[in-house]
């Protein structure tokens, strides 16, 4: 079945640093990639999205591209600030007719340190 | 706009009792969601509602859960009895138009469930 793997954390970085957090995807077809963060106290929110291959999904300075012949959608920011600090969920959207389902990765948990 | 709410936002019971979650989802959106988020691992779909039925509850994990959408609008989900192992964070999510299965799906705050 379809499904979604990410890196684990937790990531603590320092403000400014690079950030890469890995996504690879298993699934029939080309489903739309989601990054969805969780900031604390929080829900879940949608951060960035991608529909079909080699789309660059882009917010608040982190991108992903949607790459099909690897079946990956890393996430990556230039320069972290410590207001970065959440947990990040990796998804894909899979629909059939009506129905609809989200799978979503284990989340990777970031810290930034000032 | 209000978006997705959940109530309670934390609920702490025994094994045994029973438990119920309530989701007002955005105003007219016809697809609620249900999902849930177990000792820190991977979010996981439970079920997806089109109005008032039930369109996918293949991700039930069993029949201690009943889910209902009486009328279309909020969504209640029952836990009887509760056990251990359903200890976690559940969402309710929802988005609008029947039968647009990649519009993006608005997340509520979560409920998180603690059975001891």
């Known amino acids: 079945g379809d499904s979604v793997t990410q890196m684990e954390g937790p990531v603590t970085l320092s403000e400014e640093a690079f950030l890469t957090i890995n996504c690879t995807y298993t699934?029939?077809?080309?489903?739309?990639l989601f990054w969805y963060v969780q900031y604390p106290g929080e829900g879940l929110q949608l951060l960035l999205k991608?529909?079909?291959?080699?789309d660059k999904g882009s917010n608040k300075g982190f991108e992903a591209t949607y790459r099909k012949e690897t079946t990956s959608f890393h996430l990556e920011k230039g320069s972290v600030q410590v207001s970065d600090s959440a947990v990040y969920f990796c998804?894909?959207?899979?629909?059939?007719?009506?129905?609809?389902?989200?799978?979503f990765g284990s989340g990777t948990r970031l810290s930034i340190r000032p | 706009e209000a978006g997705v709410t959940q109530f309670p936002s934390h609920s702490v019971i025994e094994k045994g009792q029973t438990v119920t979650l309530r989701c007002d989802p955005i105003?007219?959106?016809?697809?609620l969601y249900w999902y849930r988020r177990v000792m820190g691992k991977e979010i996981k779909f439970l079920l997806h509602?089109?109005?008032?039925?039930?369109?996918?509850e293949s991700g039930m994990p069993n029949n201690r859960f009943l889910a209902e959408r009486t009328g279309g609008t909020y969504s209640t989900l029952k836990v009887q009895p509760a056990e251990l192992e359903d200890s976690g964070v559940y969402f309710c999510?929802?988005?609008?138009?029947?039968?647009?299965?990649?519009?993006?799906?608005?997340f509520g705050p979560g409920t998180r469930l603690t059975v001891t």
């Open positions: 999510a929802s988005s609008p138009n029947s039968g647009q299965g990649t519009y993006e799906q608005y």
């Open positions: 699934a029939t077809g080309y489903p739309s």
């Open positions: 991608a529909t079909k291959a080699d």
């Open positions: 998804a894909l959207i899979r629909s059939r007719g009506s129905a609809s389902k989200i799978i």
């Open positions: 105003s007219g959106h016809d697809n």
């Open positions: 509602f089109v109005k008032e039925s039930k369109q996918d």
